[in-house]
């Protein structure tokens, strides 16, 4: 299910939008909910909440806040979302561009050039979501970090907190970067974590070695295997492994 959001003071324009969507979407290949924001304030608002938009289409001639700075506010939590452009009249500027919009389309487009223009914009919201990740969460910023980019997860109050590769996007975050899954969940969603304890889990594809008790990961850091969980830990690592080669 895709979560797109769409934010024009131009409640008629919406609708089209919708219908839009729904012909672009052909045989419904996409499932999908749309939500709709009349202002770029309502937008900005909603941005409290942990939900996590994998597409936004923005009018730029807002009243109010107006649509680069709504933009810019929206691309600080949201630093992975396909953003798209709108606009009766404005040509895009140098700001627009500055947080990397994926399309910058006109209102005065006929019917069979926004059915275009979306059909290619759903196939990138698709694109975006193959990649698996986890929705994080760090003070007030919701981000989508790669499985392959995190080495592994502790238990945390609410929830857990993940450890990422520095050489990542997400290690650009200094501090916690929390999820609400707790350990259990994470280990049924995703084959690549095993339990090496009853406090954290390890993703897999990092590990360089096991030595006795202990696991070598390929940033150079040790963690431990209990003894509850080195059969099953071993078995894990060493089917993965073979599945490599």
């Not at 942990?50 to 001639?61: Q, S, W």
């Not at 914009?121 to 193959?130: D, F, H, Q, T």
């Not at 003070?139 to 109050?157: P, S």
């Not at 003894?227 to 078995?235: L, N, S, W």
């Given at each position: ?16 939008i ?6 672009a ?7 999908y ?26 009018d ?21 979302t396909?953003l ?50 986890i ?13 392959q ?14 450890i990422?590769c520095?050489?990542c ?25 095993a339990?090496?304890?009853?406090s ?20 150079d ?16 690592f ?6 490599k080669?």
């Amino acid at each position: 299910m895709y979560h797109m959001a769409v934010c024009d003071d131009d409640k008629v324009f919406i609708s089209y939008i919708r219908k839009i969507f729904s012909k672009a979407n052909g045989t419904n290949q996409y499932q999908y909910k749309i939500y709709e924001f009349y202002s770029g304030e309502e937008l900005i608002s909603s941005l409290d909440t942990n939900k996590y938009f994998d597409l936004l289409i923005l009018d730029m001639e807002l009243g109010g806040i107006d649509g680069d700075e709504t933009a810019r506010k929206f691309r600080e939590k949201f630093k992975d979302t396909v953003l798209v452009f709108c606009s009766g009249m404005r040509a895009p500027t140098v700001k627009s561009f500055k947080v990397t919009p994926y399309r910058y389309l006109m209102k005065s487009y006929s019917d069979r050039q926004f059915v275009c223009e979306m059909k290619e914009i759903l196939s990138e919201v698709a694109k975006k979501s193959k990649e698996e990740y986890i929705i994080g969460h760090y003070r007030n910023n919701v981000i989508r970090v790669n499985i392959q980019d995190i080495l592994y997860v502790e238990n945390a109050k609410r929830g857990s907190k993940i450890i990422v590769c520095s050489d990542c996007e997400a290690a650009k975050f200094e501090g916690q970067i929390l999820v609400d899954d707790k350990l259990e969940e994470l280990v049924t969603k995703y084959y690549e974590f095993a339990f090496a304890h009853s406090s954290y889990i390890i993703n897999i594809d990092h590990i360089v070695k096991i030595v006795g008790n202990e696991v070598y990961l390929d940033n150079d850091e040790r963690l431990s295997v209990s003894r509850t969980y080195q059969k099953e830990f071993r078995q894990i690592f060493t089917k993965n492994i073979a599945g490599k080669y």
